[in-house]
C-alpha cells in the first residue's frame, strides 16, 4: 500500500571521499521520526567512475567504491534494526562486486538476513561494443575511430531502483545512475507515482538533487566567512528530506549539528549544475524549478513547493571514458627575499629546457601564489597582479603526453632544479598519473536494459 505520510531520506555521503563518520546522527534522526526512511550514499562523479574503470583494469573483483566498509560499518546495523533502507551508487564500475563487498560488511557485523540488490545494465561498452559507441554523436565532437574506449556508462532513472526495493532490498547498490535517482527511486516505491505524474517526479527529482552533493545544502560548500557565516562547520550536519506525498518537502538537518539549512544555502544548491532551471532532463522527468517556493517554517527548516514536471526525453545520456594518456606535475617551492624573482627564474628554466629537450605536448607553467588558478597559460595576470617580491611561492610544471616516457621526462625536469635551478628551491614533488578522458553521448532509451539481481548472505 503507497504510503500515506511522508518520507525521509538522508544523506551519508556527497562524494567518494566524504566524511565516514558524519552519517551517524542523520540515522539517528531517521531512526526516531517513525516515517519510512532511507539513507542514501551518492559516491559517484564521472572522473570518479572512469577511475574505477581503470581501476577494475587492473583487477577484475575492483572499480566499486574504494569507501564502502567505511561507509557502512558505522550505520549499517542501526539502520537494519529501525528498518531504514540503504540506497547508494558504490557499484560503480563494478556494482556486483560492490553488492558482495555489502554482504561481507554485514557478516562482519553479524547481520546474516541482509538483502541486497544489484542494479545494472548501465554498462553499455559489455552489451553494445566499441565500434558501435564510436558511431554515436557527442557533445565535444570529438572524434572516436581508433581511440581506446575504457567504459561506455548510461545514467539510469529511478525505475530499477524503486523496482528493487519491491523485490524487499535492504539495500540497493548501482553504478551509474542520475544523482538524483537514488531520492526518487524509493519515492517512487513509497508513493506509486509513474507517468503521468510529471509534477510529483520532478518534485521527487528535485528533492534529490537538493540533497545530493550531502553538506554543501547544508551550509558546507555555502559558507564564505564575513560573507555567508556558517557556525560550527567542523561537525556540518548531513541534509534529511521530508517528502509528502503530493510532492511538497521540507529539507533538514538534524538537531544538534553544525552548519545550517536556510533559503539561501538551499537556492544556491538548487542552481547547482542546472544548465537550464526549466528543463532539467533526467531519465525519469523533465524538471522545471522556475515557479518553486522556498519558505522558512523554522530554523534549519525549509518548505519547497512548486516544481513542475514533463515528459522526459527520448534519450539517455551516456559517459564515454577515453584513453587520455598520461599527466606529469612537479612543483617546487621559493620563500623569503626576492623569491618571486626566484620563482619566475624557475619557471623561465623549466619551459626553456622543454622546448630545448624537443617536447612538443601542451605544457603549462604556474606560480602559486601569484596568480595561478584563473591565469592563462602564459601567465599574463600573474605578471599584471604586482605580487610581493617577498613571499611564498610555489612552482608547478605540468604537461600531458600519450608517451609515459615523456611524461616521465617532464615531470624530471623540476626535480633537477635542485642543483641546476634559481637559489633556495625546496619541497619537490612530482608525479606521473594515468588520464581518462570523457564524453557526453546520447542514445535512445530502448537501447538500455537495466538487470536487477538480489543478493543475500551464504548459509552458514
Known sequence: MPASGPV??????????????AS????????????????????LAERTLALAQLDRRRDPAAGFTPYLADFLRPVLRRCVEAKIRIVANF????????????????????????????????????????????????????ELAGRDIIAANAYLGAQPIAAALARGADVVVTGRCTDSALVLGPLVHEFGWAPPDWDRLAAGTL?????????????????DPGRKDVPDLDRVGFPIVEVARDGTMVVTKPSGTGGLVSEETVTEQMLYELHDPAAYLTPDVTMDITGVRLVTEAPDRILIQGARGHPPPPTYKVTVSLDGGFLAEGEISYAGPNALARAELAAEVLLKRVKRLGINH????????????????????????????????????????????TADRIAREV?????????????????????????SAYVPAEAIRPRISVLSAPAG
Open 362 to 405: 601542451p605544457i603549462r607553467c604556474d606560480i602559486i601564489g601569484a596568480v595561478s588558478v584563473f591565469d592563462s597559460d602564459g601567465g599574463v595576470r600573474r605578471r599584471a597582479s604586482g605580487a610581493p617580491v617577498d613571499g611564498d611561492y610555489r612552482v608547478r610544471l605540468s604537461g600531458s603526453s600519450d608517451d609515459r616516457t
Open 207 to 223: 528533492a534529490g538533487h537538493l540533497i545530493e552533493c550531502c553538506a554543501q545544502v547544508t551550509g558546507g560548500y555555502f559558507a
Open 91 to 142: 557499484g560503480a564500475a563494478n556494482p556486483m562486486a560492490a553488492g558482495r563487498c555489502v554482504l561481507e560488511v554485514a557478516a562482519e557485523l553479524g547481520l546474516s538476513d541482509l538483502r541486497v540488490a544489484v542494479v545494472e545494465g548501465d554498462d553499455l561498452l559489455a552489451t553494445l561494443g566499441a565500434d558501435a559507441i564510436r558511431r554515436w554523436p557527442n557533445d565535444e565532437r570529438a
Open 24 to 43: 551517524g546522527p542523520v540515522v539517528d534522526a531517521l531512526a526516531v521520526s517513525g516515517r519510512p526512511s532511507y539513507l542514501i550514499f551518492e559516491t
Open 415 to 439: 626535480l633537477s632544479l635542485y642543483p641546476t635551478g634559481p637559489a633556495g628551491g625546496a619541497g619537490v614533488r612530482t608525479s606521473v598519473t594515468g588520464r581518462v578522458r570523457t564524453v
Open 8 to 21: 525521509h531520506i538522508g544523506c551519508g555521503a556527497g562524494f567518494s571521499g566524504d566524511r565516514t563518520d
